[in-house]
């Protein structure tokens, strides 16, 4: 069974960064495509970003992508989210979850196979 653990979240002043961590443990993490995703009080989850298993390629949604970087490191089995210049808008529970068609990115949640239980973001004005 696969596991995911987030870790990294905390409370920070907007304009400041913030990286958060998915820990991986079982399954095949290397072949995975990597997700982030968030939520905030009163709103759906929505998509953050993403990696494919290589980490070649990413997406980010548009509100973030200049400011936010997914990355991974396969040999450690974890996934990055480096958040700069983050704003009270960013405050959320963000979650990790794992896919395990490593190839392709998704950002439908449904599409994903695991996921961890969240870490809170707050960022204060």
């Known amino acids: 069974q696969v596991q995911l653990v987030e870790s990294g979240g905390g409370l920070v002043q907007a304009g400041a960064s913030l990286r958060l961590s998915c820990a991986a443990s079982?399954?095949?993490?290397?072949?995975?495509?990597m997700g982030w995703f968030r939520q905030a009080p009163g709103k759906e989850r929505e998509f953050v970003a993403a990696?494919?298993?290589?980490?070649?390629?990413?997406k980010l949604t548009d509100s973030v992508k200049d400011r936010f970087v997914i990355s991974r490191d396969n040999a450690k089995n974890v996934v990055y989210l480096q958040m700069n210049n983050v704003k009270p808008e960013d405050t959320a529970v963000y979650y990790c979850a794992a896919r395990t068609i490593g190839g392709v990115i998704t950002p439908n949640w449904s599409r994903y196979h695991y996921y961890g239980r969240g870490t809170q973001v707050t960022v204060s004005s």
């Open positions: 990696i494919i298993s290589t980490g070649d390629f990413t």
């Open positions: 079982g399954g095949s993490f290397s072949t995975y495509a």
